[in-house]
């Protein structure tokens, strides 16, 4: 009996640890294809989707695999970080931009085209085009007639 219940011990441990070495495969295997998916989403530039997937991956990944899949991590999240960031940036701009342009047509509007120029070219400044440089000359143009209607009321 003693015989048997080291045979079933010995059987039970040997079944054990094939079992523990088929999960750690595949594990392995399952974070190596989660590996690669996040890898083909990150240069779809999908990020959040890749970031995903390497966590994913990270939790099945052995050991030895781990701090790349860290390192992996981390660039993501810097890279998203700072995408976040520049999208705040631009937002920021389109903002000062659509105020500068609003306060731009409201002085022309008022006749006050020294002001309006002044904000036309802030506005260009954030975001330069054609149509911005047109204005900018038609209040120029306003503002050499009437420098020169100023100047002859004085001569008179």
């Known amino acids: 009996k003693i015989r048997e219940n080291k045979k079933f011990s ?5 079944i054990n640890f ?10 392995y295997i399952q974070s190596q294809s989660l590996t690669k998916q996040a890898e083909e989403k990150a240069v ?9 997937l390497y966590n994913k991956a990270l939790s099945l990944a052995p050991s030895s695999k781990k701090k790349i899949l860290q390192k ?8 998203l970080a700072y995408k976040k960031k520049e999208t705040i940036t631009i937002v920021k701009k389109l903002s000062k931009f659509d105020s500068y342009l609003k306060e731009a047509k409201k002085a022309e509007k008022n ?5 309006a120029y002044s904000f036309y070219q802030k506005a260009c400044s954030l975001k ?7 204005k900018m000359n038609e209040i120029q143009k306003k503002l050499s007639r009437s420098e020169e209607h100023t100047s002859e009321l004085q001569s008179h």
């Open 10 to 14: 010995v059987s039970f441990t040997i």
């Open 18 to 27: 094939i079992s523990t070495s088929i999960q750690k495969i595949s594990n």
């Open 44 to 52: 779809l530039k999908e990020y959040k989707i890749a970031l995903s």
């Open 72 to 79: 992996n991590i981390k660039d993501l999240v810097d890279l």
């Open 111 to 115: 006749g006050k085209y020294f002001r």
């Open 128 to 134: 330069p085009s054609d149509k911005l440089f047109i």
